[in-house]
């Protein structure tokens, strides 16, 4: 007996034991959930989502260097040993054994590459669009899935064709999560120093995921097999897909209903300030772009170079990559009018470097160029997208998606046109020929961003900071206001007394409003 009376004692401890904890779980999530929904802190959880997306996407697209060529190599002399053992096994003697040139093959691989800077390149005016007009929560949560399950294609793929559909498919995801994580850091970064900095951190972390995903993927291939580093990089990615969706409560948000609507994306493609920004990011890229693919043959060729050197061809740019945007968003701060020049200066530094790479005889010497690229093309970014976000403030509707769309394009251009092009033209003019090339091309595109140097002087339109100030419901709202205007400009505004009524006064015009209009 005296063993049940404990039992009976201890019974109802054990269940006020389990609600006391139940309700520190639930104070401590409501603390939690408090906290996440504190502006500021809002700001940095959703910077770090951003930056461990970008950084996904850019060693997702770069991890594949050394493991895929390998890959398909393998897959390849597998299918001709197997082709072998069944002729043998038919006895055909006059039967011939087709073998796929190493030219098709290296075709496949350069296709296999450039399909997700295509697709990318395809898809971004649509998402462009999109975000501008749904925000850009959703679609960032929409791209982290696409890239999560372009991840396990990647991981569990066994053909070619099934690698070329996952590439195709993280394309398509970068189109949405790039391009609105970049947008969605402009839209709550309004300060242009919180803006430069926060758009410079996020740059970072796009440099270290291309510049460190060869030698992850390459150690994680040859020790763990090839699906192993795509496991790790799917976990990350479902990782920030859930904290998205806890900090942005994608499909729970209403302040997408109150959004102005956008600038279309045409019309800011033939801004001549936007288009300016644009190609300076295409040119600035092509360095990179097209040694990526080429520089490996170079090496072996001319130096001799080791695997592991290959391999390590670009980590080291990774320092001088960070250093440029350290000094670019302390510059940014403390000489703000000068961002045209800071990227002129990073174009400058690119075509350099890039006219000396071919002038390099080992590993070492090879090492400055490469740096000095990297740290020009981070003078270049850091400065010039912000001033896509300024542009867009100043001169159309302070939304971005589609302004960031057309950055992303920019980029895709280069990344597309590198795979595909910068071989043919090795084979045809030569190693060096194209070096000089891409670096005369980024020296004499550097003058044209002088066209940028009265940007930081401009003003918002009239139109704009009207709807900044009157953004919110429609409708006969509007009415009430299209009315009220007419009256303004008739010398007369109309004020609410004590008691509610409607009163006409004379008008005195503002500064404000006479400055107003010095830009449509």
Known sequence: ?????????????????????????????????????????????????????????????????????????????????????????????????????????????????????????MVNPISGTFID????????????????????????????????????????????ADTSGIALIADRYTEDTERSKALGI????????????????????????KRVPFLI???????????????????SNRERDNMPVGTPIYKLMIDPYIAVVAGALIICN????????????????????????????????????VLGVYLTVKLAAKYPHLQWFYGAIGMVFIGASSCTVPACKNFGQLMIPLCGICFGIAFVDTALLPTLGFLVDVRHVSVYGSVYAIADISYCVAYALG?????????????????LGMGLANVLYAPALLLLKNVSQMKPSFSERNMLLEDGPTGLYDTIKMEQREKKRKGLCTTLDENGIETFVQRSYSEEESSGGEYA
């Open 202 to 225: 996020a740059l970072a972390f796009i440099s270290f995921g291309s510049l460190v995903a060869p030698p992850f993927g390459g150690v994680l291939y040859e020790f763990a097999g």
């Open 133 to 176: 007009r749904v925000g850009y929560d959703i679609p960032l949560f929409i791209g982290l899935n696409v890239m999560f399950l372009s991840t396990l294609t990647f991981a569990f793929a066994d053909n070619y064709a099934t690698l070329f559909l996952a590439r195709s498919m993280q394309g398509l995801g970068s189109a949405f």
């Open 286 to 321: 092509i360095p990179l772009a097209f040694l990526e693919p080429t520089i490996a043959n170079w090496m072996e060729d001319t130096m001799h170079a080791s695997e592991w050197e290959i391999g390590m061809t670009w980590f080291p740019a990774f320092f001088p990559h």
């Open 1 to 121: 007996m005296e063993p049940e009376g404990i039992r009976e004692e201890q019974s109802p401890n054990v269940a006020q034991t389990a609600a006391s904890k139940l309700s520190q779980m639930g104070e401590r999530t409501k603390i939690l959930g408090n906290a996440i929904q504190d502006p500021e802190r809002q700001k940095r959880i959703i910077l770090v989502i951003v930056c461990v997306a970008l950084l996904l996407d850019n060693m997702l697209y770069m991890v594949i260097v050394p493991i895929i060529p390998d890959y398909l190599e393998g897959l390849q002399k597998a299918a001709d040993n197997a082709q072998h053992a069944a002729v043998r096994h038919s006895n055909s003697t006059n039967s011939s054994i087709p073998k796929a040139p190493a030219g098709n093959f290296d075709l496949q691989i350069g296709v296999l590459f450039a399909s997700k800077a295509i697709v990318q390149l």
């Open 419 to 435: 795979p595909v092009a910068a071989g043919q033209i090795v084979h045809n003019l030569g190693f060096v020929q194209l070096n």
């Open 233 to 251: 990089l799917a976990c990350i990615c479902l990782t920030d897909g859930v904290l998205c969706l806890t900090v942005l409560k994608p499909f």
